[in-house]
C-alpha cells in the first residue's frame, strides 16, 4: 500500500538556520504531495502541496520539490525563525482516487526552533 | 469565516463506556474525513464522507466504531465498548473535492479511556 516516510525527531535548530525535513514515499502512480503543519495548540493546516513531477510547493518562506526519480518531496527552509517550531507533516494522495482524497500521513517531524 | 469545529474538545471515559464525537464541517463543503492522532499509531484514516454516504470506511479499526453524517453536514463517531487503546485524539476534517487534498482540519476531540 502507499506510505510515507519521515524523517526522525525531534529536530532543533538555531534561529536564522537551514532546514530540511525527509520525506520519501512510496506509491502505485504519481500521487499528489503535503506537507501539512501543527502548530502547538493548533490543529492541523496545510502548508505546501505540489500534485505532479517536478512541480515546487512554496509558502511562507517553506519549499519543496516534487521528485519522481527519487520519490520524494523534501521541506526546506532558508532561514527558520522561532515561529517556525511545530510539528510537520508529510502526506500523499494517490491519483485518480475517485474523490476520495484521504491523506496518508507521515509519522511527523517535531521542529524546535532556539534564539 | 467559520472553520471546522469538533466537540467535545475533552472526553474521559471509563471503560465499556459509549461515546460519541461530533464534527461540524465547514459549509458546503461535501467531503468529510475522520482520522486518529495517537502516540503509537501517528495519523490515521479512519473514514471518508461524500455527502452522507461513506464510500470508504476502511480505516475504521473495529466494528466497535461506526459514524454517520446527516444532512450533507454534521457528522457523528461513535465508538461503542471503549477500550484503552481507543485513546487518542480524533480529528475531523472537510474539503472541497475539487481542491486536491486541500484538507481543513478541526482542532480535534481528546478521548481519555481509564
Known amino acids: 500500500g502507499d506510505s510515507v516516510t519521515q524523517m526522525e525527531g525531534p529536530v532543533t535548530l538555531s534561529e536564522e538556520a537551514f532546514l530540511t525535513i525527509n520525506c520519501t514515499y512510496t506509491a502505485t502512480g504519481y500521487p499528489s504531495l503535503f506537507w501539512y503543519v501543527q502548530y502547538p495548540g493548533e490543529g492541523l493546516q496545510l502548508l505546501l502541496k505540489?500534485?505532479?513531477?517536478?512541480d515546487k510547493g512554496s509558502n511562507k518562506g517553506f519549499e519543496a520539490t516534487y521528485r519522481k526519480e527519487t520519490t520524494s518531496f523534501h521541506l526546506e527552509k532558508g532561514s527558520v525563525q522561532v515561529s517556525d517550531s511545530a510539528v510537520y507533516f508529510c502526506a500523499l494522495v494517490p491519483p485518480s482516487n475517485f474523490g476520495n482524497e484521504k491523506l496518508t500521513f507521515g509519522t511527523g517531524t517535531r521542529l524546535t526552533i532556539i534564539p | 469565516g467559520a472553520g471546522v469545529s469538533q466537540s467535545p474538545s475533552n472526553k474521559v471515559t471509563e471503560k465499556g463506556k459509549d461515546v460519541e464525537l461530533r464534527c461540524d464541517p465547514i459549509s458546503g463543503h461535501t467531503a468529510l474525513y475522520w482520522y486518529r492522532q495517537s502516540l503509537g499509531q501517528g495519523l490515521e484514516f479512519l473514514i471518508y464522507?461524500?455527502?452522507?454516504?461513506?464510500?470508504?470506511k476502511s480505516g475504521l479499526p473495529s466494528d466497535r466504531f461506526s459514524a454517520e453524517r446527516t444532512g450533507g453536514s454534521v457528522s457523528t463517531l461513535t465508538i461503542q465498548r471503549t477500550q484503552q487503546e481507543d485513546s487518542a485524539v480524533y480529528l475531523c476534517a472537510s474539503s472541497l473535492v475539487v481542491r486536491v487534498g486541500e484538507q481543513f482540519f478541526g482542532p480535534g476531540t481528546r478521548l481519555t479511556v481509564l
Open positions: 505540489a500534485t505532479k513531477a517536478d
Open positions: 464522507f461524500q455527502g452522507n454516504s461513506a464510500p470508504d
